[in-house]
C-alpha cells in the first residue's frame, strides 16, 4: 500500500458556534540561488542579465522565469519547461531548444542566430524584432506566435525543408 503525504496548513474557523477544521496547501517555491544544471527549479525568478553562456538546463523548471538580457550564447534548454518566460532582449546564439515548452514566452528582440527550435512549442510566443537568422524551427508549433519584424533570414521552417529567402522579415519568404 502506497503512503502519500500532502503538506498542508491547518488552521480553524469559528463559524455559527461550530469549529471548522481547514486544510490550506503549501505552495512549493523554486530556488532561485540553485547553480545552472540540468532539471534546476528556477520558476518566478529573476535572472535578467545572468551570464549563462554554454550551460545545460535540460530539463529546467523554468515556468514565468525572467531572463531579461541574459546570456545564453550555445547553452542546452532540451526538454525545458519555460512556459511564460520573459527573454526579452536576450543572447539565444546557438542555444538548443529542442522540446521545449516555451508557450507564451517573450522573446522580443532576442539574438537568435543559429538557434535551434526543434520540435519546440512556441505557441503564442513573441518574436517581435528578433534576429533568428539561421535558426531551425523543423516541427515547431508556432500557432499564434508573432513575427512581427523578426528576421527569419536563411531559417529552416516548420516543414524541416523550407529556407527562409534572404529579407524574410515577419514571415518566412521562399527562396
Known amino acids: 500500500m ?3 503525504w500532502i503538506n498542508c496548513s491547518v488552521f480553524s474557523i ?5 469549529f471548522f477544521l481547514v486544510l490550506e496547501p503549501k505552495i512549493a517555491f ?3 540561488a540553485s547553480f ?13 542579465t545572468s551570464d549563462l553562456t554554454g550551460v545545460d538546463l535540460s530539463n529546467a523548471k523554468l515556468r514565468d522565469v525572467s531572463l531579461i538580457r541574459a546570456d ?12 511564460r518566460a520573459r ?13 521545449a515548452r ?12 543559429g538557434a535551434l527550435f526543434i520540435d519546440t512549442d512556441l505557441r503564442r510566443v513573441k518574436f517581435i524584432n528578433a534576429d533568428l537568422t539561421q535558426a531551425d524551427l523543423t516541427r515547431a508549433n508556432i500557432q499564434g506566435a508573432d513575427f ?25 519568404r521562399l527562396k
Open 2 to 4: 502506497k503512503k502519500f
Open 14 to 18: 469559528f463559524f455559527f458556534g461550530v
Open 30 to 32: 523554486a530556488d532561485c
Open 36 to 48: 545552472a544544471q540540468p532539471g534546476v527549479d528556477w520558476r518566478r525568478c529573476n535572472k535578467n
Open 72 to 83: 545564453l550564447r550555445d547553452s542546452v534548454l532540451r526538454e525545458a519547461d519555460a512556459f
Open 87 to 99: 527573454l526579452v532582449r536576450a543572447q539565444v546564439q546557438g542555444t538548443d531548444f529542442t522540446g
Open 102 to 113: 516555451l508557450y507564451e514566452a517573450d522573446l522580443t528582440r532576442i539574438q537568435g542566430q
Open 148 to 172: 512581427r519584424d523578426a528576421d527569419l533570414t536563411g531559417a529552416r521552417w516548420i516543414d524541416g525543408q523550407t529556407i527562409c529567402a534572404t529579407g524574410s522579415i515577419g514571415r518566412c
